[in-house]
């Protein structure tokens, strides 16, 4: 089979709701298979540090030598039947891949499920769902599998999104963006589960502005998604932050691209991201509270009022994480991925006539208006840092971070001494003003808590130390604004 682009959806399902989804599912030609799957490496992991993984799977005594590689919606895929199993280097793009050759492909890992599989049709398209339950081996370690694939054989992916919305109401499905290769890949390298940071976004060097915007909200969304696994399954203070962080990302992409979307379907997300966002506000706030107070703790461990207030806010924060924990399970969250992936990878914003030059405008080009324009914004509201309020300086830390998240978008584009100068000064102010909204907030959050006298008191006292930090933190962020003022635009 030559190459190919495969239009593909992945869900977490749990194991007990596979059979609701088959249940809810038009009819169509049933079958159901055993597939054992080997994926292939380098030792030093030259395919996956590529985005590429390769498989041989074996399934009633066939085997298929795949290769994919790419992201979003549409990956390209390389599918060919082969009679060994090791991989044959001839086959696709794998010897332009790996010009050295093939003798250090090894197996990585080992994918074992069984696959229950319905060709159907739904709103005009042919549509393969594909309910997988087995797991995943490396090194000895193990992983489980449950999972509800929806691939587009033909016809119009809205079908797709449609179908899934469907199916989401019979059972909760979970949008996930790491491949089966990419949960093999954490567990062959030992990999817990934690928390998922931001990744470069990479653009090619002819890269478009909407193949900017694409890239870079496909990012967030896979962190967004990454992250709402680890709070589900652990409740990890750091992932709530991280993805809090990526949804704020895609809403400051979201306006950075403006130009170019429909603004009635952005308004859409950007409200949804912006739910998600402030359903996280509290823990996160009260994460940052309990990290000062163990800090004054340590200062101080014979304190006996700020034990007092540490297990107030230890209770508010566990409240906290759970509501934001609940948001991530909600029905609305799920609907928001699904929403989001369709309107970014199919929305009507791809086929507006009126945008289409902004579309097609060479990103770099893009990238130089935009960045002025966040950079005129912040410059307007830094200037004067040691004299305005608390309130100002808190819009003046949200200028800051459009103008970084944007920068890092279009980084790749640039010469990376110059762009990784500019961020770091943008990060250097960005943190001083992050310090002092810290301040700022940790008074209305400490006055919302049921403080026994002795851990009000202890909280007064906090409040009173962070006010002495305040001054410096102010110098500190003038300075940080001036070293920024100095740094040459690396996009002119």
Not at 24 to 40: I, K
Not at 48 to 64: A, D, T
Not at 350 to 358: E, F, N, P, Q
């Amino acid at each position: 089979m030559s190459g190919s682009h495969e239009i593909e959806l992945k869900f977490l399902c749990a194991p007990d709701d596979l059979s609701k989804v088959l249940a809810a599912a038009p009819q169509g030609e049933d079958e159901t298979r055993e597939l054992r799957s080997v994926y292939f490496d380098t030792p030093d992991l030259k395919l996956q540090k590529k985005g590429v993984s390769l498989r041989i799977r074996e399934s009633k005594g066939r085997r298929v030598q795949t290769l994919k590689r790419g992201e979003g919606l549409a990956r390209e895929e390389h599918e060919h039947p082969v009679e060994h199993d090791e991989p044959d280097m001839r086959l696709g793009p794998l010897a332009e891949i790996l010009p050295d050759g093939g003798a250090a492909l090894r197996p990585a890992f080992d994918v074992r499920v069984t696959r229950r599989q319905r060709l159907l049709r739904h709103g005009g398209a042919k549509i393969e769902l594909a309910v997988d339950e087995g797991q995943v081996e490396a090194s000895g370690a193990t992983a489980r599998i449950s999972e509800v694939e929806l691939e587009l054989k033909s016809g119009r992916p809205k079908a797709l999104f449609d179908l899934a919305r469907e199916l989401n109401r019979a059972a909760p499905l979970y949008l996930s963006f790491d491949s089966k290769a990419a949960r093999g890949q954490a567990l062959a390298a030992g990999a817990p589960l934690q928390a998922r940071r931001k990744e470069r976004v990479e653009l090619p060097a002819d890269a478009t502005a909407a193949q900017a915007f694409r890239a870079t909200a496909r990012n967030a969304l896979g962190q967004i998604a990454a992250n709402a696994v680890v709070m589900r399954d652990t409740g990890q203070p750091d992932a709530t932050h991280q993805l809090r962080v990526a949804a704020r990302r895609l809403r400051s992409a979201i306006a950075t691209f403006g130009p170019l979307l429909s603004e009635t379907e952005a308004e859409h997300i950007k409200a949804e991201l912006r739910w998600l966002a402030h359903a996280c506000d509290a823990a996160r706030n009260l994460d940052v509270l309990a990290e000062r107070v163990a800090e004054a703790r340590a200062r101080d461990p014979s304190a006996a009022g700020l034990a007092a207030l540490a297990e107030v806010v230890e209770q508010a924060r566990r409240a906290a994480t759970e509501a934001a924990v609940a948001a991530v399970r909600s029905d609305r969250f799920r609907l928001l991925m699904i929403d989001a992936t369709a309107w970014i990878e199919t929305g009507a914003w791809l086929a507006d006539d009126a945008g289409r030059d902004v579309r097609d405008q060479k990103a770099t080009a893009f990238a130089a208006a935009a960045l002025d324009r966040r950079r005129r914004k912040l410059r307007k509201l830094a200037r004067r840092l040691d004299e305005v309020s608390d309130e100002a300086r808190h819009e003046a830390r949200i200028e800051a971070k459009k103008l970084r998240y944007a920068a890092e978008t279009f980084a790749s584009l640039f010469p990376e001494k110059a762009t990784a100068r500019f961020i770091g000064r943008l990060k250097d102010l960005q943190e001083e003003l992050g310090a002092l909204n810290d301040t700022a907030t940790a008074e209305p959050v400490l006055a919302g808590l049921d403080l026994t006298p002795e851990a009000a008191a202890a909280a007064r006292e906090l409040l009173a130390r962070q006010s002495k930090d305040r001054a410096a933190h102010i110098r500190r962020a003038v300075r940080a604004f001036e070293s920024l003022e100095d740094t040459p635009r690396f996009w002119r």
